[in-house]
Protein backbone atom coordinates (compact mmCIF):
# COMPACT_ATOMS: atom_id res chain seq x y z
CA UNK A 1 0.00 0.00 0.00
CA UNK A 2 2.99 2.30 0.95
CA UNK A 3 4.34 1.86 -2.12
CA UNK A 4 1.21 2.55 -4.42
CA UNK A 5 1.15 5.79 -2.51
CA UNK A 6 4.46 7.05 -2.94
CA UNK A 7 4.11 6.26 -6.59
CA UNK A 8 0.85 8.29 -6.86
CA UNK A 9 2.41 10.92 -4.66
CA UNK A 10 5.16 11.54 -7.65
CA UNK A 11 3.18 11.22 -10.52
CA UNK A 12 1.01 14.18 -9.09
CA UNK A 13 4.23 16.18 -8.60
CA UNK A 14 5.14 15.21 -12.22
CA UNK A 15 1.59 16.44 -13.35
CA UNK A 16 2.26 19.76 -11.07
CA UNK A 17 5.44 20.14 -12.72
CA UNK A 18 3.56 19.85 -16.13
CA UNK A 19 1.02 21.79 -15.44
CA UNK A 20 3.32 24.64 -13.82
CA UNK A 21 6.71 24.91 -15.06
CA UNK A 22 7.64 25.89 -18.50
CA UNK A 23 9.57 23.00 -19.72
CA UNK A 24 12.09 25.19 -21.74
CA UNK A 25 13.24 27.49 -19.03
CA UNK A 26 12.24 25.78 -15.76
CA UNK A 27 10.68 28.91 -14.43
CA UNK A 28 6.74 28.84 -13.41
CA UNK A 29 4.70 29.13 -16.79
CA UNK A 30 1.53 31.81 -16.60
CA UNK A 31 -0.67 29.04 -14.96
CA UNK A 32 1.81 28.90 -11.76
CA UNK A 33 2.70 32.00 -11.81
CA UNK A 34 -0.98 33.16 -11.13
CA UNK A 35 -1.50 30.49 -9.12
CA UNK A 36 1.19 31.19 -6.71
CA UNK A 37 1.14 35.23 -7.01
CA UNK A 38 -2.84 35.80 -6.98
CA UNK A 39 -2.14 33.61 -3.43
CA UNK A 40 0.31 36.38 -2.39
CA UNK A 41 -1.65 39.25 -4.10
CA UNK A 42 -4.56 38.52 -2.13
CA UNK A 43 -2.45 38.21 1.49
CA UNK A 44 -1.45 41.90 0.73
CA UNK A 45 -5.02 43.20 -0.46
CA UNK A 46 -6.77 41.45 2.61
CA UNK A 47 -7.98 43.98 5.28
CA UNK A 48 -5.58 44.91 8.05
CA UNK A 49 -6.64 44.89 11.49
CA UNK A 50 -7.60 48.20 12.61
CA UNK A 51 -4.64 48.51 14.06
CA UNK A 52 -2.59 47.78 11.05
CA UNK A 53 -4.58 50.12 9.02
CA UNK A 54 -3.58 53.25 11.92
CA UNK A 55 -0.02 53.05 11.83
CA UNK A 56 0.24 52.44 7.78
CA UNK A 57 0.81 48.89 7.29
CA UNK A 58 2.07 48.06 4.48
CA UNK A 59 3.68 45.12 2.21
CA UNK A 60 5.15 46.30 -1.21
CA UNK A 61 4.83 44.42 -4.24
CA UNK A 62 6.74 45.16 -7.81
CA UNK A 63 6.20 43.56 -10.97
CA UNK A 64 8.78 43.45 -13.27
CA UNK A 65 7.52 42.86 -16.82
CA UNK A 66 10.57 41.76 -19.86
CA UNK A 67 10.49 41.31 -23.23
CA UNK A 68 13.66 39.97 -24.90
CA UNK A 69 14.28 42.80 -28.06
CA UNK A 70 14.05 41.70 -31.37
CA UNK A 71 13.24 38.25 -30.60
CA UNK A 72 11.65 37.55 -33.77
CA UNK A 73 14.84 38.54 -35.59
CA UNK A 74 16.94 36.25 -33.67
CA UNK A 75 14.68 32.92 -34.40
CA UNK A 76 14.94 33.88 -38.04
CA UNK A 77 18.83 34.93 -38.00
CA UNK A 78 19.51 31.46 -35.64
CA UNK A 79 16.80 29.31 -36.22
CA UNK A 80 14.15 28.11 -32.99
CA UNK A 81 17.30 26.39 -31.52
CA UNK A 82 19.25 29.92 -31.26
CA UNK A 83 15.75 31.39 -29.90
CA UNK A 84 15.52 28.53 -27.25
CA UNK A 85 19.28 29.40 -26.43
CA UNK A 86 18.84 32.77 -25.73
CA UNK A 87 15.13 32.44 -23.57
CA UNK A 88 17.20 29.70 -21.36
CA UNK A 89 20.32 31.78 -20.86
CA UNK A 90 18.11 34.69 -20.23
CA UNK A 91 16.20 32.99 -17.48
CA UNK A 92 19.63 31.81 -15.94
CA UNK A 93 20.31 35.40 -15.57
CA UNK A 94 17.18 35.97 -13.81
CA UNK A 95 17.83 33.37 -11.70
CA UNK A 96 21.34 34.36 -10.56
CA UNK A 97 20.25 38.05 -9.50
CA UNK A 98 16.94 37.64 -8.46
CA UNK A 99 16.28 36.18 -5.09
CA UNK A 100 14.83 32.39 -4.09
CA UNK A 101 11.40 33.92 -2.95
CA UNK A 102 10.81 36.20 -6.21
CA UNK A 103 8.68 35.01 -8.18
CA UNK A 104 9.81 34.83 -11.85
CA UNK A 105 8.08 32.68 -14.99
CA UNK A 106 7.83 32.88 -18.82
CA UNK A 107 4.72 34.16 -19.71
CA UNK A 108 4.87 32.52 -23.03
CA UNK A 109 7.52 33.60 -26.37
CA UNK A 110 9.85 35.78 -25.36
CA UNK A 111 7.88 37.41 -22.65
CA UNK A 112 9.12 37.16 -18.74
CA UNK A 113 7.42 38.77 -15.64
CA UNK A 114 8.64 38.56 -11.74
CA UNK A 115 6.71 39.43 -8.82
CA UNK A 116 9.02 41.21 -6.25
CA UNK A 117 7.71 40.36 -2.34
CA UNK A 118 8.41 43.50 -0.51
CA UNK A 119 10.31 45.46 -3.06
CA UNK A 120 9.12 49.43 -3.17
CA UNK A 121 9.18 51.32 -6.39
CA UNK A 122 13.29 52.26 -5.73
CA UNK A 123 14.17 48.58 -5.64
CA UNK A 124 11.94 47.54 -8.20
CA UNK A 125 13.88 50.05 -10.49
CA UNK A 126 17.15 48.87 -9.49
CA UNK A 127 16.44 45.58 -9.83
CA UNK A 128 14.67 45.44 -13.29
CA UNK A 129 18.01 48.14 -14.45
CA UNK A 130 20.08 45.25 -13.06
CA UNK A 131 18.26 42.56 -14.73
CA UNK A 132 18.75 44.92 -18.04
CA UNK A 133 22.16 45.06 -18.14
CA UNK A 134 23.54 41.74 -16.95
CA UNK A 135 21.33 40.48 -20.06
CA UNK A 136 22.96 43.41 -22.00
CA UNK A 137 26.64 42.20 -20.98
CA UNK A 138 26.35 38.44 -20.89
CA UNK A 139 28.03 37.20 -24.20
CA UNK A 140 25.21 34.85 -25.97
CA UNK A 141 27.25 32.22 -27.54
CA UNK A 142 25.62 30.21 -30.24
CA UNK A 143 27.17 27.78 -32.31
CA UNK A 144 29.97 30.19 -32.57
CA UNK A 145 28.48 33.40 -33.10
CA UNK A 146 27.24 36.03 -30.35
CA UNK A 147 23.80 37.00 -30.52
CA UNK A 148 23.34 40.30 -29.51
CA UNK A 149 20.39 40.35 -26.71
CA UNK A 150 18.79 43.21 -24.63
CA UNK A 151 16.03 43.59 -22.62
CA UNK A 152 12.54 46.30 -22.48
CA UNK A 153 11.15 46.18 -19.11
CA UNK A 154 8.18 47.83 -17.39
CA UNK A 155 7.81 48.10 -13.51
CA UNK A 156 4.23 48.63 -11.62
CA UNK A 157 4.31 48.81 -8.17
CA UNK A 158 0.91 47.78 -6.03
CA UNK A 159 -0.89 50.82 -5.60
CA UNK A 160 -4.61 49.69 -4.32
CA UNK A 161 -5.41 47.76 -7.26
CA UNK A 162 -7.93 44.98 -6.60
CA UNK A 163 -6.30 42.74 -8.91
CA UNK A 164 -2.89 40.98 -9.89
CA UNK A 165 -4.06 41.11 -13.32
CA UNK A 166 -4.28 45.22 -13.00
CA UNK A 167 -0.76 45.23 -11.77
CA UNK A 168 0.55 43.14 -14.44
CA UNK A 169 -1.22 45.54 -17.11
CA UNK A 170 0.36 48.24 -15.86
CA UNK A 171 3.71 46.66 -15.92
CA UNK A 172 3.08 45.29 -19.49
CA UNK A 173 1.81 49.07 -20.62
CA UNK A 174 5.51 50.33 -19.10
CA UNK A 175 7.13 47.33 -21.18
CA UNK A 176 5.57 48.73 -24.27
CA UNK A 177 6.67 52.01 -23.86
CA UNK A 178 10.36 50.96 -23.21
CA UNK A 179 9.95 49.18 -26.63
CA UNK A 180 8.44 51.91 -28.28
CA UNK A 181 10.41 54.41 -26.91
CA UNK A 182 14.09 52.74 -28.15
CA UNK A 183 14.20 49.52 -26.50
CA UNK A 184 16.68 48.12 -24.37
CA UNK A 185 15.31 50.19 -21.31
CA UNK A 186 13.72 50.28 -18.22
CA UNK A 187 10.36 52.40 -17.97
CA UNK A 188 8.22 52.54 -14.58
CA UNK A 189 4.81 52.94 -15.04
CA UNK A 190 2.76 56.43 -14.22
CA UNK A 191 -0.66 56.87 -13.92
CA UNK A 192 -2.23 59.44 -16.21
Not at 87 to 92: D, E, F, R, S
Not at 157 to 186: C, F, H, Q, R, S
Amino acid sequence: MNKIIKELEEKIKELENLAYYDELTKLLNRRGFFNKTEKIFQAIIFRRKERERRIGYNIPLAIIFADIDNFKKINDTYGHEGGDFVLKKVANCFKKRLRTYDIISRLGGEEFIIALLGADLEAAKIVAEDLRKIVEKTPFMFRGKKIPVTLSLGVAVYNKENKIKDLIEKADKAMYEAKKTGKNKVVVYKEN
